[in-house]
């Protein structure tokens, strides 16, 4: 069963054929997407604008019931007072939708800020803030952080008693920091006098492609609807190994960019998550979630919020903003796992080229001088 989509020894011929359709569910569809991509490109050339090939779509489940009880809890628990962590989230849409909270994942700092800071240079004035969560910070970069934009709660870092420690990647410790994320960015006061009514999530070799201002301008148009990507889903065949559980799952990847009252509404039920997800019964092997004798591919972070989300009633918008590639090149060399990683000049520009025509933002990418110069010139 420890090949790529496998079953353990003994599986019926079923299970197999199971296996096989997952597979193509989840990684055609990504080589689809990906040779699309490859065509836009060569179209981008040719024509000399952006030939687009991913239409916009939503997906939402009827208004009404535990949406709007869960949407009332989200929003009490995000008005509680919190001493020391600026003002409690306070929903504007009409003012404030176009105002984002950026929040970083990585070990020590962000060995691509200089990309990030020529970024935010080109946001409206005020219109964005910073929170990280580092397991081994660099005193040095949070001093940075906790002064960018002049200080006042407009750059953060998670302490360390909310920072999970260890191996994250196939664990609920990755839900969990991402929803201390969320929490605290919705704290952020940046200078607009908003509150961030975005979250979006990056990881340390993530990079914008794209000019800030017109990235929150495509987040204004989108006001109320998280941009997830639609990697497929899933029907649980037993529901006595995954009890509290939907029926059918869905994935998307983990660096999303959620309307921030969905994201609290995610952080305040936590426990309820961790209860139905991590279970004495279940089991987890690198790369599958395992229920019974059913492996579902992907990780904890990529299965739980897509699924919570609809579970939740929550509108969303296909694509999300960041494109990662599937395939060839550096396989493997950022983080000992996929997708490709750019490390250098050549590359990195190559993926500006690939992604910034539908996405906003692109990952993996080196820290190399000649990659952020690349990365530089393309955001």
Partial sequence: WLRIGGFPRGAGKSEEKARRRLRYQFYGRQKNSDAMQRG??????????????????ESALPESGPLNQQNSSAEASAQEP???????????????????????????????WPVWENYFKGCPPGSYAVVAHFQDPDPAFVRLLEAFEGGGNVGAVLPQEQVQQGDLRFTFKMVSSML??????????????CSPHWVHLSSESCAPIRPCAAV??????????????D????????NETAPGLPARLYKTTQWTTLWTPHALALATIEPELKARWVRPKGRRFFGYLQFGRQHLPGAFDEWVLPTELHALGLPVRHPGLLWQ?????????????????????QNATRACQLGRCEFSFARKFGSEEGAVKALVNCA
């Fill in 40 to 57: 836009a490109i060569l179209l981008t050339l040719l024509l000399g604008r952006c030939a687009t090939t991913t239409p916009l779509s």
């Fill in 82 to 112: 919190n001493i020391g962590h600026g003002k409690a989230f306070e929903p504007n849409p009409a003012r404030c939708s176009g105002t984002v909270a950026y929040a970083f994942m990585g070990r020590r700092n962000l060995s691509l």
């Fill in 180 to 193: 201390a994320l969320y929490r605290r960015a919705a704290l952020l006061s940046p200078r607009n006098g």
């Fill in 216 to 229: 929150h301008a495509e987040l204004n148009a989108s006001s109320g609807k998280s941009r997830v990507h």
């Fill in 231 to 238: 990697w497929g889903d899933a029907v649980i065949t037993n």
């Fill in 325 to 345: 590639h599937k395939g060839g090149g550096n396989w493997a060399r950022i983080g000992g796992h996929g997708p490709e990683a750019f490390l250098d000049n």
